[in-house]
């Protein structure tokens, strides 16, 4: 079974407002999680990994006022899109690690359009 | 910073025809790992490398770990239509503690 669930799976939202993604690890607690977001035909670009109990950490060009994450639990990280604009379309995937393995799940994925 | 790179960018076979994608990283990796996403779906994990010059296979994959850590190679044998989709691979280094995606490799199999 999924292992990890991403929500919402599709958005349209207006230009301006905020859109809220959740990422939640179903079968175990996860002390890391990452968030990715795909340009069509792209490949998956790293935008912050975000751990549990602490402050996001994220890749250089992504501006975190922008793209609020939130890892409030072991088992539930969001990812917040703040005041959209068309230019953030895109479809945002999160992956959870564990301390255990260095394998990560992903989510079903989320694809934002901003209208 | 970190890259990763994978050849070819696209590659199209027919049916029954083998299939390799290359995945090069700019630093050496503690781990490589391997995803096939389908057209409009989410990376599917399909296994981990982890030795210097590691092999495995899963029925038709093959997969390599370079013996420097720094490559690796995907190939798939007499191809199904059920194999399209996007391959990446995904370097993981300690010292970060992340995965960085390769530009992946895009296969279509013609019937």
């Known amino acids: 079974g999924a292992v990890v669930s991403q929500h919402p799976s599709r958005v349209i939202c207006k230009s301006g407002t905020s859109v809220k993604i959740e990422c939640r690890s179903l079968?175990?607690?996860?002390?890391?999680m990452f968030w990715y977001r795909q340009f069509p035909k792209k490949s998956l670009m790293l935008m912050a990994t975000s751990n549990e109990g602490s402050k996001a950490t994220y890749e250089q060009g992504v501006e975190k006022d922008k793209f609020l994450i939130n890892h409030a639990s072991l088992t539930l990280s969001t990812l917040t899109v703040t005041s959209a604009h068309p230019e953030d379309s895109s479809f945002y995937i999160c992956s959870v690690g564990r301390a255990s393995s260095t394998e990560a799940f992903f989510g079903q994925g989320t694809r934002l359009t901003v209208v | 910073g970190q890259q990763v790179m994978q050849i070819p960018q696209y590659q199209h076979v027919q049916e029954g025809e083998d299939f390799t994608t290359y995945c090069n990283s700019s630093?050496?990796?503690?781990?490589i790992q391997w995803y096939k996403q389908r057209p409009g779906g989410h990376p599917v994990f399909l296994i981990q490398?982890?030795?210097?010059?590691e092999v495995k296979k899963q029925k038709r994959l093959t997969f390599q770990f370079g013996e420097a850590k720094k490559n690796s190679s995907l190939h798939i044998t007499a191809t199904q239509t059920t194999d399209v989709g996007t391959y990446f691979c995904a370097g993981f280094t300690s010292g970060t503690y992340k995965y960085i995606f390769g530009t992946g490799t895009r296969l279509k199999v013609l019937a």
């Open positions: 630093t050496t990796l503690s781990n």
């Open positions: 490398l982890v030795k210097s010059g």
């Open positions: 079968d175990f607690q996860a002390t890391t």
